[in-house]
């Protein structure tokens, strides 16, 4: 079974920063695309970020130049850093360990909130 267990949420400026992180247990984790994803009030969950199990990564147009995906593997935790933050960057953010670069598993964070004011 495996669990992702998100944090560093939070309230935050625009074009401020914040750093995301997803811990997850299993050792299925080295061997996985791990994706971040989001999800405004309204709107349908989105692929904002992707990384394979060799760190190879995909962003979605909205975020690139200022958010970057890493990964930790010794650590089993995968990392978003957002920087330059919009008030369209305001959304749940959930991370999920993937089958392949589009197709999410069943296995989802809690979410972390991300409120960015303008």
């Known amino acids: 079974q495996v669990q992702l267990v998100e944090s560093g949420g939070g309230l935050v400026q625009a074009g401020g920063s914040l750093r995301l992180s997803c811990a997850a247990s299993?050792?299925?984790?080295?061997?996985?695309?791990m994706g971040w994803y989001r999800q405004a009030p309204g709107k349908q969950r989105e692929l904002v970020a992707a990384?394979?199990?060799?760190?190879?990564?995909n962003y979605a147009d909205s975020v690139k130049g200022r958010f970057t995906i890493s990964r930790d593997n010794a650590k089993n935790t995968v990392y978003l850093q957002m920087n330059s933050l919009k008030s369209e960057d305001t959304a749940v953010y959930y991370c999920?360990?993937?089958?392949?670069?589009?197709?999410?598993?069943?296995?989802w964070g809690q979410g972390t909130q991300v409120t960015v004011s303008s």
């Open positions: 999920n360990l993937m089958w392949n670069w589009s197709t999410p598993s069943q296995y």
């Open positions: 299993g050792s299925i984790f080295r061997v996985s695309t």
């Open positions: 990384i394979s199990s060799v760190g190879i990564t």
